[in-house]
């Protein structure tokens, strides 16, 4: 059964500084992992998708790496603002149609 | 950029009460999802539906359960007598059925039993 661990539970920085969310899998047998943002009792926005053959995926000032073997994965925030402060929840698809998603990572910003 | 989109964002119902919530999913996406979200745990799959059919489900969609596809668009989860666990926040989500594309999902409905 996949298990999906994010580490750490929550991360507070100021701002400005670059910060790396870790996710980590069981079963590396996944089709692809996904990177989502939750805000406070709102829904999911995808932020990332990585492909099981791909390494990397890039958005502006956001990084996901994925090491399949290893089963890892990690988000990487440069130059943080206010504004990114949220959940980070990290998500595998593996060989059903369903999602099995980590507890997420709860990153504040400061000013 | 498409949507999807969940109603109503937010109820209430008593306990033992019938709730239906309501998606309309990305219009040219072909697997429809049901998730939940109890406060502070894990998102948890609740039911994949393609082609008008149940395609798999979990361990938590018993016979409580169900979904359906009443017309092109719509895409609803009732549950037939709330429980106060029932309580969480239900998010619908859609794909293309291509896993080169990822999880659309949408705002939430936040369920409370009381």
């Known amino acids: 059964k996949q298990e999906v661990t994010q580490i750490p539970a929550a991360l507070s920085v100021p701002e400005g500084e670059n910060l790396v969310l870790n996710c980590s899998f069981t079963d590396s047998a996944i089709y692809n992992l996904q990177w989502f943002r939750q805000d406070p009792g709102k829904g999911l926005t995808s932020l990332l998708l990585?492909?099981?053959?791909?390494r990397e995926q890039t958005s502006g000032r956001l990084n996901a790496s994925l090491d399949k073997s290893s089963g890892r994965s990690t988000l990487y925030i440069a130059a943080s603002q206010p504004g990114d402060s949220a959940t980070y929840l990290c998500?595998?698809?593996?060989?059903?149609?369903?999602?099995?998603f980590g507890k997420g990572t709860k990153l504040t910003v400061n000013p | 950029e498409p949507e999807v989109t969940q109603t109503p964002s937010h109820q209430v119902t008593q306990m033992g009460q019938e709730v239906i919530l309501r998606c309309v999913p990305i219009s040219n996406h072909l697997y429809f999802y049901w998730y939940r979200q109890i406060l502070g745990q894990k998102v948890e799959f609740l039911v994949s539906f393609y082609n008008n059919e149940i395609s798999e489900k979990s361990e938590i969609f018993d016979d409580q359960f169900s979904v359906e596809r009443p017309d092109g668009s719509n895409f609803t989860l009732k549950i037939r007598s709330t429980k106060l666990e029932d309580s969480a926040m239900y998010f619908c989500?859609?794909?293309?059925?291509?896993?080169?594309?990822?999880?659309?999902f949408g705002s939430g409905t936040r369920l409370t039993v009381v």
């Open positions: 998500a595998v698809l593996g060989g059903s149609e369903k999602l099995v």
């Open positions: 989500a859609s794909t293309p059925g291509n896993r080169n594309y990822g999880y659309t």
């Open positions: 990585i492909q099981s053959s791909q």
